[in-house]
């Protein structure tokens, strides 16, 4: 396994490196709901919509192109959203706005995961549907500060390490894996600072 990781670091660009270092500040600061998260997430994304265009991964690639139309809308919101424009509370969705949120991203994985396959040369297609689909809910979570987005997270990340796996890019496939550690940190900071706030 050494090996391979010292293999990969002089294969990988250095750009790869960047954005997982960009990444993993994004998610730290995010925890901390530190407004310097999204600039963090704008160059993260901007570097890997190259990558995962590169390796023939489409829809992650246009995901990209999503999370930078995010950052600027999860900055806004957190530091002049809600109602005192003051920025933002950590809040949770009803049971219903969950189960809408899962149906849009069934159907959705589907009906793209049906078009790359036939249209495309797409790896894995419906896995890569469904890891953009399920991120771009859970962004838009993230940007509205919905507690329940790490679950979303622990999921998507998981699937994304075998879709990274595959494609060889084991930086960023080590970065998810260490996201499945983070994301349940996040979650517990923020439940905790959800509890502490006047509902």
Known sequence: MLELLVSQFHASSILELTAVIFAIAYLLLAIRENILCWYAAFISTSIFLLIFWQVNLYMESGLQVYYLAMAVYGWYQWTRGGNKQSGISISTWPIASHLLSLAVILIATIASGYLLSENSD??????????????????????????????????????????????????TALLFAAYLVIVVFGFLVWFKQYRSEPQ
């Open 122 to 171: 797409a790896r894995l297609p419906y896995l890569d549907s469904f890891t953009t689909w399920a991120s771009i809910v859970t962004t838009y979570m993230v940007a509205r500060k919905v507690l329940e987005n790490w679950i979303y997270w622990f999921v998507i990340d998981s699937i994304s390490i075998f879709l990274y796996l595959d494609r060889e890019l084991y930086f």
